[in-house]
């Protein structure tokens, strides 16, 4: 592995400097090139390269020099951009008074290979120039005020040699970067070093910002680098480095929000102090102070970690907020896929489907916001509960998270355009039009299950198409096709099961199935309850339809598996609404999935599947009265063979879901 | 013909994109800013009709073919459909449909710009708010000038199209002396300009000669000429105004601009043009670090910040003069002429 060394000179101890390249010069063949950044006159150049020359690495070394000071992040993004683009796979970021003694970054090198991670690496240092082993830094730590500080400086060093152990950070003084970890830096951040930063605090910043995108910090416990150091640790009296310090402290809040170490409250407070102090005691600090605050917008809106979502070793944290039943199939389902997928922790609030949506309200806002703040990383509204959409941003803003929506069914167009509650315009038709719109707006991520739906979410709502996730509904691992029972005296089962709701077109269906003339004995089961079930059972009888169509109680899911298994047909959804032309239907992924025969309703959202289920579904337009009757009839005089198309659905719905995981993953912001 | 000719024939058998601009510029005013270099640019590309509707905002009437909309509710006379327009100014987000445009651009957040009036402060952050949260179409390209304008209104990938400069400011003779001049260039005012800076380096001893260029007549600005002429007595210079042509005459080999502007959301906004324009002529900048465009190689900057030592300003005028050669190559790269090319390529990949 080929290692080069960076180092950035500021006004640099020249003595300091010759025994730091003096100890370099004790094994040169444990490194490649020596990358140095000179600030400073070209007296000092002179000085400089007297200095290599004498330590015998003028040739190994390549000189940048400026005359102004562009800053510790700057210089060394720029030296690591020119090591990396020279070929060196690994480059150890050094500074001007740390010693590197024989081997040692040799063995920091072959630890590295040997932990094979994409990381952040530094060795423990201790400090230059004492008798007894005295640490000078064994990683970077957080205190709850929000202050990052070196592990045990000035303790007594433990060095456990051939310990690797992960850390809040490692110290720019001394910090192996692999070219993987590099590179992954500045694809997934932006950057390496936030040069915003000028000096101090970047490199702390910098390990939160690693592990934002699941590159650790880690600590490599061995012997032989040493530290000089001539600002330590909270020690202040130093003008340019207590204003940096008070700037960068400001800084790291904007840059990094709720992803700062720390308590909330107890940072909070302790920026209080800081800025107080400024004020009254250490005006000298005060300029500092006044860039942070002059910068904000700039530092928080091109951040590149205020959005995200923490990736990598520690689960993705998810409260799913509002599930009335565990059971149903779309909750069910995407948080299967937070679980096994992305290895997701996930919290349910539950509510009931009992009446009081202001007492469900107060249960959600009691229970997303009891945990600690920051406990979640996304909020998912659960499907049915568009109504409660500012509760959840509420809750998700509470706990610093991504807002997840769950637009699966909205208020207006059930409460008004199925089942007809109010009059469009009314008062009431616009409050539900409205929740359906802060609902879709308040996500960050919005979830819908069709594309047709989506295009309704960005023309009607306003939602950016970038916000706006796809989720088929899908079908249940039970969904699989069975093998079709002999029919017995020519007879055309046909199965319906659901809620009797507006959007099934219930009457629609009875009245098809009298008209049918097919050959064949048209037989329904009907499974399920609701509120209009009675009607339909009355409107069977009314139409002489009693020994041919049967009501069922509801079954539970696994039952449902053999229902379908009965059949011949599985029957859609019929209902004139303009959600029933944009969604696809449970039972119609159900039966589809189960091999079975699906009559539904046109709707442009079928486009999406119709060819992953040749001759499996039939579409009828049901302004057509005859249009249902007259397709049982076609069935009933076409034989029906097996089909098994749920693993194309399957995977048409995995290829779906994957997408949201890049979006959870990626952690950022619309 | 080959498929991309014939992809090149088509496009152009179409005719231009866009034939109507709604914009800051006012008739008969210099053509140096941005939207105007850009349309001009993209005029000459055949993007932009040679002769398009034009709609200003401003006290300016309607004259020259630009009709006026206004100052109090500019965005009411965007028409109600838009493509083929390229709404340029943030001001017209008075109304939601000026997101709607088939091209909107964005540059220096106005919506916190000192010299921009309170009430187009506001509708310049509705605008971007609307963009941020897609107001805009799907079929809306929307580019900005710097990276901080891009995450303002949300965007990512390409949509940063930074400043340019004319090709022509690369092929002027410099003909200075070898001077240790300092060349600094108006507006100046409150909330851009770092007063102390400006007194500073205009005094750190490094300059023989300090030309300012259209001081104004900011009372600050007035303040501290007074304190100039005190220190530099005749190596002060003010001239009204100065034109590349006459910076060239200047530019030597020890010439230096400085850009003394204060560091802050609004200067971070930019793209700073002036940057270009030096360059372009061949001039060393000083410039504060933070503000030096990113994706510049500082190579002939001077970045100050918090701890500069400008002692060594004499040391660096010393060094490095800026090649002929190397002018021409950031002129070709940097030109308005390849912006407008580079938004060209993404007008076509958004059809």
Same mark, same amino acid.
């Given at each position: 592995m080929r290692v080069d060394l960076t180092m950035v000179l500021y006004r640099p101890d020249m003595a300091e400097l010759g025994r730091t390249l003096d100890s370099l010069a004790e094994d040169p063949d444990q490194?490649?090139?020596?990358?140095l950044l000179l600030s400073g006159s070209d007296d000092q150049r002179r000085q400089l390269e007297e200095l290599l020359v004498s330590a015998g690495l003028a040739e190994v070394c390549r000189v940048t020099h400026r005359f102004d000071n562009i800053g510790f992040a700057s210089g060394h993004n720029r030296l690591l951009a020119q090591a990396f683009g020279d070929g060196a796979d690994a480059a150890l970021v050094l500074n001007p008074d740390t010693r590197v003694a024989p081997d040692a970054l040799r063995e920091l090198a072959d630890a590295v290979e040997a932990d094979d991670r994409v990381a952040l690496y530094g060795p423990t240092i201790l400090r230059a120039g004492t008798d007894a082993t005295v640490a000078d830094s064994m990683g970077i730590g957080w205190t709850a005020d929000g202050r990052h500080f070196d592990v045990g400086q000035g303790e007594l060093a433990r060095v456990d040699a051939g310990l690797i152990v992960t850390v809040d950070g490692v110290t720019g003084a001394c910090l192996f970067v692999p070219e993987r970890t590099y590179a992954k830096l500045l694809r997934d951040t932006g950057w390496f070093f936030d040069d915003t930063f000028i000096a101090y605090r970047e490199d702390a910043e910098l390990g939160v910002r690693a592990s934002l995108v699941g590159v650790p910090s880690r600590l490599v416990h061995l012997e032989g680098f040493e530290h000089v150091r001539s600002v330590r640790g909270f020690t202040r009296g130093a003008t340019l480095p207590d204003l940096l310090g008070v700037r960068n402290r400001l800084l790291i809040r904007h840059r990094l929000g709720r992803h700062r170490p720390g308590r909330w409250g107890l940072d909070r407070f302790r920026d209080a102090i800081v800025?107080?102090?400024?004020?009254?005691?250490?005006r000298s600090s005060l300029p500092g102070l006044r860039q942070a605050r002059a910068i904000r917008r700039f530092s928080t809106q091109t951040s590149s970690t205020r959005g995200r979502v923490r990736v990598g070793d520690a689960p993705l944290r998810v409260l799913y907020l509002g599930i009335e039943d565990p059971t149903y199939p779309r909750n069910a389902r995407i948080r299967r896929f937070l679980e096994e997928e992305i290895g997701a922790d996930v919290t349910i609030v539950g509510i009931d489907k009992g009446p009081g949506a202001i007492r469900k309200a107060a249960i959600l806002i009691r229970q997303g916001l009891r945990p600690a703040r920051g406990s979640f990383q996304v909020v998912i509204l659960g499907e049915f509960q568009v109504k409660y959409g500012l509760i959840a941003k509420l809750v998700a803003r509470y706990h610093?998270?991504?807002l997840v929506v769950d637009w699966f069914v909205g208020l207006y167009e059930t409460r008004v355009e199925d089942w007809e509650m109010a009059r469009p315009g009314s008062p009431r038709a616009r409050v539900w039009r409205w929740l359906d719109q802060s609902a879709a707006r308040a996500g960050d991520v919005v979830l819908t299950d069709t594309d047709e739906r989506a295009k309704m979410l960005v023309a009607d709502f306003g939602v950016s198409p970038e916000r706006v996730t796809v989720l088929p509904v899908g079908a249940p691992s039970w969904a699989r096709p069975a093998p079709l029972a002999e029919r017995h005296g020519g007879t055309?089962?046909?199965?319906?099961?659901?809620?009797?709701?507006?959007?099934?077109g219930v009457p629609y269906i009875l009245r098809s199935i009298a008209r049918a003339r097919s050959v064949l004995r048209i037989e329904a089961v009907f499974i399920g309850g609701g509120?209009?079930?009675?009607?339909?059972?009355?409107?069977?009888?009314?139409l002489g339809l009693v020994d041919r169509v049967q009501f069922v109680d509801s079954v539970p899911e696994a039952q449902l598996a053999g229902e379908i298994a009965k059949a011949d047909v599985v029957l859609g959804v019929f209902g004139s609404s303009p959600k029933a032309s944009s969604v696809i239907a449970n039972k119609v992924w159900q039966g589809l999935s189960s091999g079975r025969v699906v009559i539904t309703r046109e709707s442009k959202a079928l486009s999406e599947i119709s060819g992953l289920v040749p001759g499996l579904l039939v579409t009828v337009d049901p302004e057509e009265g005859q249009a249902l009757a007259d397709a049982l009839d076609a069935i009933g005089e076409e034989p029906t063979g097996i089909c098994d198309p749920s693993a194309r659905l399957e995977a048409y719905v995995a290829e779906r879901y994957g997408r949201l995981a890049v979006q959870l993953s990626s952690g950022e912001s619309p | 013909m080959d498929t991309v000719k014939r992809d090149s024939a088509e496009h152009a058998a179409a005719g231009p994109v866009l034939d109507a601009v709604a914009w800051a510029v006012q008739p008969g005013s210099g053509s140096r800013t941005r939207p105007a270099r850009l349309v001009a640019e993209l005029q000459a590309l055949g993007v932009v009709s040679s002769e398009p509707a034009r709609l200003h905002h401003g006290s300016a009437p309607s004259s020259g073919g630009s009709m006026s909309a206004g100052r109090l509710l500019p965005g009411r006379s965007l028409p109600a459909e838009l493509a083929r327009w390229a709404v340029l100014s943030p001001v017209f987000g008075s109304s939601r449909r000026a997101a709607r445009a088939s091209w909107v651009d964005v540059y220096d957040d106005w919506s916190i710009a000192p010299d921009i009036n309170p009430l187009h402060r506001v509708y310049a952050g509705r605008f971007y708010s609307g963009l941020r949260h897609n107001a805009a179409a799907a079929e809306t390209l929307v580019t900005a000038n710097s990276p901080y304008m891009a995450s303002k209104v949300g965007l990512h990938g390409d949509g940063v199209v930074p400043n340019g400069v004319d090709e022509s400011v690369g092929s002027l003779l410099r003909s200075g002396d070898d001077v240790a001049r300092l060349i600094v260039l108006g507006n100046f005012f409150d909330g851009r300009t770092d007063w102390e800076l400006f007194a500073r380096v205009a005094t750190s001893g490094a300059?023989?000669?300090? !030309? !300012?260029g259209h001081p104004g007549s900011a009372a600050p600005m007035k303040a501290l000429l007074s304190s100039l002429r005190a220190t530099l007595g005749s190596r002060l210079i003010t001239r009204e105004w100065l034109d590349e042509r006459e910076l060239a005459t200047l530019t030597g080999p020890r010439t230096a601009a400085l850009i003394p502007h204060l560091v802050n959301d609004y200067t971070l906004s930019q793209d700073l043009m002036k940057v270009y324009q030096f360059l372009?002529?061949?001039?060393? !900048? !000083?410039?504060?670090?933070?503000?030096?465009?990113?994706?510049?190689?500082?190579?002939?900057?001077?970045l100050v910040d918090f701890g500069a030592d400008l002692g060594l300003l004499p040391d660096w005028l010393a060094h490095d003069s800026i090649p002929d050669t190397w002018r021409a190559s950031f002129v070709g790269e940097h030109s308005w002429k390849s912006r407008a090319r580079r938004i060209k390529s993404l007008l076509e990949e958004w059809e």
């Open positions: 490194f490649g090139l020596l990358w800025t107080a102090a400024v004020y009254l005691q250490e610093g998270a991504r055309l089962r046909v199965l319906y099961y659901g809620g009797y709701l507006p959007l099934h509120e209009r079930r009675a009607a339909a059972e009355s409107l069977s009888r009314e | 300059f023989h000669e300090v !030309i !300012i372009a002529l061949g001039m060393k !900048i !000083i410039c504060p670090r933070l503000l030096w465009p990113a994706h510049l190689e500082p190579q002939y900057a001077y």
